[in-house]
């Protein structure tokens, strides 16, 4: 595992963009799986810059992304889809096609959390963005998901939930429910880069990467991958007891 401690939440979301511009731009058909959150705003708003001043292109970029909420109509703006394609997909040149996500709306969610587990398997991710929540949870696999599990439809927190509400607008509630990609699909790609930034993450973080690996911290599982890069910022890293471990940046590509 690579950790890598930015001076702020801009350095590090300049280092994770350095990391997926490497990615796309060096591999034949890049299969990209992408986190939604506070956290990577800056790293897509990054993005989108490079495209826009410096010709990064995602032309050939396969997206996939982590989770989705239910219960939210199609067009609500807090669908993850509509999320990453406000910020993201809209403003570079991905086609309309490239980005994939379970179908909240299907009337057999069942069948579609296996339709999506497939394709995503099928898919072979070459670089997985993930973020970490206050409590532990990668993706929304929330405090007890088994280590093996697969795409399903899991019940949100407590915590989860009132750490989501801001992004609804007044007088809404977050939603109780989402289709996540288990453990064992996140665990599959070949590349995981997990993202954090603020004081509020500093615990999560610490018990994540220096902790033992357990269910009730789902994010610890990334001990147990071969190929890890941690980015985080100056608060996120607060809470690590080995802090020799991180390699300091001020956003320059330092992570391989």
């Given amino acids: 595992m690579r950790i890598v ?12 963009a350095d990391l997926v511009e490497r990615f796309i731009v060096s591999a034949p058909r890049p299969a990209l799986g992408l986190a939604t959150g506070e956290t990577m705003e800056a790293v897509f708003a990054e993005l989108v810059r490079r495209h826009r001043e410096e010709g990064l292109s995602f032309a050939r970029v396969r997206a996939y992304l982590l ?9 609500d703006p807090c669908a993850y889809r509509n999320v990453v394609h406000r910020l993201l997909t809209a403003q570079v040149d991905m086609g309309p096609r490239a980005v994939h996500g379970p179908n909240a709306q299907a009337v057999d969610v069942s069948a579609e959390c296996a339709r999506y587990e497939q394709q995503v398997q099928q898919a072979s ?3 997985q963005l993930l973020g970490i929540g206050a ?9 007890g998901s088994p280590l093996d599990s697969a795409t399903r439809v899991v019940e949100l927190s407590e915590q989860t939930r009132a750490d989501n509400i801001r992004f609804f607008g ?6 109780v429910r989402a289709i996540t990609q288990g453990m064992a699909a996140i665990g599959a790609a070949d590349r995981l880069v997990l993202v954090a930034c603020g004081e509020h993450k500093a615990d999560a973080v ?8 357990t ?3 789902p994010a610890s599982a990334i001990q147990l991958h071969p190929n890890v890069t941690v980015v985080l910022d100056e608060q996120a890293a607060s809470g690590l007891v080995r802090r020799d471990r991180g390699v300091r940046s001020g956003g320059s590509a330092t992570a391989r």
């Fill in 5 to 16: 401690v930015g001076e702020s939440a801009a350095a590090a979301a300049r280092v994770v």
């Fill in 67 to 75: 989770d989705e909420y239910l219960d939210l109509d199609r067009d």
């Fill in 125 to 127: 991710i070459g670089l």
């Fill in 135 to 143: 409590n532990g949870h990668i993706a929304f696999n929330e405090p």
């Fill in 170 to 175: 007044a007088g809404r509630s977050a939603p």
């Fill in 206 to 213: 610490a018990r994540a990467l220096e902790g033992p690996v």
């Fill in 215 to 217: 269910e009730e911290v």
